[in-house]
């Protein structure tokens, strides 16, 4: 399994981006996708997170409200809408996969996409 992630670029506070995730290989019921991100000197983090099926979609406080996962069956594509974007949001973003349930442990994943690079200006 590859996953590709795109959609990254330089926007301002306030504006809306959508990342897209591309996977290669099989999926099933039982997989799960999530989005992660990594600041500069910052730990990656959980942003949100969906079974293939569509259910269970979770997200971290810091995005609810604001970015919405969602999954494209027969495109075999993950996305993550983001609207009210914020300075704090500049990062580089992860799509990862894992069988089983979302959950926010990096390290429970066991593919991971290349990163694209969100950056919004104040």
């Known amino acids: 399994v590859q996953l590709q992630a795109s959609g990254g670029g330089l926007v301002q506070a306030g504006d809306s981006l959508r990342l897209s995730c591309a996977i290669s290989?099989?999926?099933?019921?039982?997989?799960?996708m999530a989005w992660f991100r990594q600041a500069p000197g910052k730990e990656r983090e959980f942003v949100s997170g969906?079974?293939?099926?569509?259910?269970?979609?979770r997200y971290a406080d810091s995005v609810k409200g604001r970015f919405t996962i969602s999954r494209d069956r027969a495109e075999k594509k993950v996305y993550l809408q983001m609207t009210s974007l914020r300075p704090e949001d500049t990062a580089l973003y992860f799509c990862?996969?894992?069988?089983?349930?979302?959950?926010?442990?990096?390290?429970?994943?066991?593919?991971w996409g290349q990163g694209t690079l969100v950056t919004v200006s104040s």
């Open positions: 969906i079974r293939w099926n569509g259910n269970n979609p």
């Open positions: 990862a996969r894992r069988t089983g349930s979302p959950v926010e442990g990096s390290d429970d994943y066991d593919r």
């Open positions: 290989g099989p999926t099933y019921s039982s997989t799960s």
